[in-house]
């Protein structure tokens, strides 16, 4: 931990923002960009890691066995960063589950200890509202006892379109039919002169504030997204903190942040000679955890970061990894190479070599269950992998 009356070694340009960490200040958009344009990454680093200590304690890291579910990818929207999308039913890789079908297509991953659907669709121009509730009927039927975690504040936005209701309602029918909390997606970057060039369809920044205060007001809780290292700078990266922060001071609903690493392939953005990098994508896990004074939970989101650097982000603020995943869809057509699931293990492994202790929760940080044992107590003897079987070495020394 920083020792609270250390000087600033390598940086006494960021000092007056250490002493205000210290001392447990709030910190001001001008706080925000200086600390983008320092390059003292290790500084940066060990404030956020403080910050985290102080509020969670610094030893626990949280990852919950959840599974992906996008029922189409057929979407009235045309955002440019976007490679999931297909603009109708004929569009080649355009597909659309029935309900049944998806009910069906992810049996054979489910078991007992699954706690989350993680489901973020496209907006189909045609199916209707009782599409998107009957997928989450279908679900809780099948899978009661598995949390529904679903739809961004923009799919809500674009149901109350669709239906001429309000998004309380809307929220009060998704809600009826098993709706347990809401993804932080959709909220890309706020400020208008970005959104109206990466996504000049969807919902405005009020309108998706408005969904997730709304959500608040009905009990439900909910996440917050930035998707960064596209055309945005970092002005209206800190700009987009700080709206969250300000409605998390009214609300207190929304419980993780989760900072989206912008890729570039297949879609109409392409990318900038620039773009992120490892460096930029600690120093924004970092600057969120501090900015973020409000929020509980900074995820280092594996499939977007990938593990190794989503490792890395464990010291640097990030108290989350996200789970198992199993199917991705929405990053990996945009040229992930990452994965598209990490097993139990897997997790464990990458929590525990940094010296943390890995808790599973469930989508509502509960406790499911503590891993405080060594690694060796959790290793199966062999696991499947996509080439086949691989048995684990035990192996004696002595
Ligand atoms: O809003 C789309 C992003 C988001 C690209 O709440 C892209 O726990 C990078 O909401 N490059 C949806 N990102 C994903 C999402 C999410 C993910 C993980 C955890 C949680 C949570 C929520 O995916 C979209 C958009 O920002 N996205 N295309 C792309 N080319």
Same mark, same amino acid.
């Given at each position: 931990?920083?020792?609270?009356?250390?000087?600033?070694?390598?940086?006494?340009?960021?000092?007056?923002?250490?002493?205000?960490?210290?001392?447990?200040?709030?910190?001001?958009?001008?706080?925000?960009?200086?600390?983008?344009?320092?390059?003292?990454?290790?500084?940066?680093?060990?404030?956020?890691?403080?910050?985290?200590?102080?509020?969670? &304690?610094?030893?626990?890291?949280?990852?919950?066995?959840?599974?992906?579910?996008n029922?189409?990818?057929?979407?009235?929207?045309?955002?440019?960063?976007?490679?999931?999308?297909?603009?109708?039913?004929?569009?080649?890789?355009?597909?659309?589950?029935?309900?049944?079908?998806?009910?069906?297509?992810?049996?054979?991953?489910?078991?007992?200890?699954?706690?989350?659907?993680?489901?973020?669709?496209?907006?189909?121009?045609?199916?209707?509202?009782?599409?998107?509730?009957d997928?989450?009927?279908?679900?809780?039927?099948?899978?009661?006892?598995?949390?529904?975690?679903?739809?961004?504040?923009v799919?809500?936005?674009?149901?109350?379109?669709?239906?001429?209701?309000?998004?309380?309602?809307?929220?009060?029918?998704?809600?009826?039919?098993?709706?347990?909390?809401?993804?932080?997606?959709?909220?890309?970057?706020?400020?208008?002169?970005?959104?109206?060039?990466?996504?000049?369809?969807?919902?405005d920044?009020?309108?998706?504030?408005a969904v997730?205060?709304?959500?608040?007001?009905?009990?439900?809780?909910?996440?917050?997204?930035?998707?960064?290292?596209?055309?945005?700078?970092?002005?209206?990266?800190?700009?987009?903190?700080?709206?969250?922060?300000e409605?998390?001071?009214?609300?207190?609903?929304?419980?993780?942040?989760?900072?989206?690493?912008?890729?570039?392939?297949?879609?109409?953005?392409?990318?900038?000679?620039?773009?992120?990098?490892?460096?930029?994508?600690?120093?924004?896990?970092?600057?969120?955890?501090l900015?973020?004074?409000?929020?509980?939970?900074?995820?280092?989101?594996w499939?977007?970061?990938?593990?190794?650097?989503?490792?890395?982000?464990?010291?640097? &603020?990030?108290?989350?990894?996200?789970?198992?995943?199993?199917?991705?869809?929405?990053?990996?057509?945009?040229?992930?190479?990452?994965?598209?699931?990490?097993?139990?293990?897997?997790?464990?492994?990458?929590?525990?070599?940094?010296?943390?202790?890995?808790?599973?929760?469930?989508?509502?940080?509960?406790?499911?269950?503590?891993?405080?044992?060594?690694?060796?107590?959790?290793?199966?003897?062999?696991?499947?992998?996509?080439?086949?079987?691989?048995?684990?070495?035990?192996?004696?020394?002595?």
């Amino acid at each position: 931990m920083l020792p609270t009356s250390s000087p600033l070694g390598s940086s006494p340009e960021l000092a007056d923002i250490q002493a205000k960490i210290v001392a447990g200040e709030r910190l001001s958009y001008d706080d925000g960009l200086r600390l983008y344009r320092s390059h003292d990454l290790l500084t940066i680093g060990q404030l956020a890691d403080l910050v985290n200590a102080r509020r969670n &304690g610094g030893q626990n890291v949280y990852f919950n066995q959840n599974h992906h579910v996008n029922p189409t990818n057929v979407c009235a929207f045309h955002c440019n960063f976007c490679s999931f999308a297909r603009t109708s039913d004929e569009s080649p890789g355009a597909y659309t589950w029935t309900p049944e079908q998806i009910v069906e297509h992810i049996r054979p991953d489910v078991h007992p200890r699954l706690t989350e659907f993680h489901i973020v669709s496209g907006l189909h121009p045609v199916l209707g509202f009782a599409y998107y509730e009957d997928v989450l009927r279908a679900l809780k039927q099948a899978y009661p006892w598995v949390h529904l975690k679903a739809f961004t504040g923009v799919e809500i936005d674009f149901f109350a379109q669709l239906t001429g209701l309000d998004h309380e309602t809307v929220l009060r029918r998704l809600m009826d039919a098993g709706l347990g909390s809401m993804p932080g997606g959709g909220a890309e970057i706020f400020h208008p002169d970005v959104r109206r060039k990466i996504c000049p369809e969807k919902a405005d920044a009020d309108t998706w504030l408005a969904v997730h205060r709304t959500a608040h007001g009905l009990g439900l809780r909910t996440n917050a997204t930035m998707l960064y290292g596209h055309i945005e700078t970092y002005e209206h990266r800190v700009d987009h903190l700080l709206r969250l922060r300000e409605l998390q001071d009214e609300t207190a609903g929304f419980q993780t942040f989760i900072p989206l690493r912008y890729h570039p392939e297949n879609n109409n953005l392409g990318r900038r000679l620039d773009w992120t990098t490892a460096h930029d994508t600690l120093k924004t896990i970092a600057i969120s955890r501090l900015l973020l004074d409000n929020f509980s939970h900074i995820k280092a989101y594996w499939v977007m970061l990938t593990p190794p650097i989503a490792q890395l982000a464990l010291h640097f &603020g990030a108290d989350d990894i996200d789970g198992t995943v199993v199917e991705e869809k929405i990053y990996h057509d945009a040229g992930a190479t990452t994965e598209e699931q990490l097993d139990k293990f897997d997790l464990l492994r990458l929590i525990k070599a940094v010296g943390k202790t890995p808790v599973e929760r469930d989508t509502l940080y509960n406790t499911v269950e503590i891993y405080d044992q060594p690694i060796e107590h959790y290793a199966p003897d062999s696991r499947k992998t996509r080439k086949g079987e691989v048995k684990i070495a035990h192996i004696e020394l002595n």
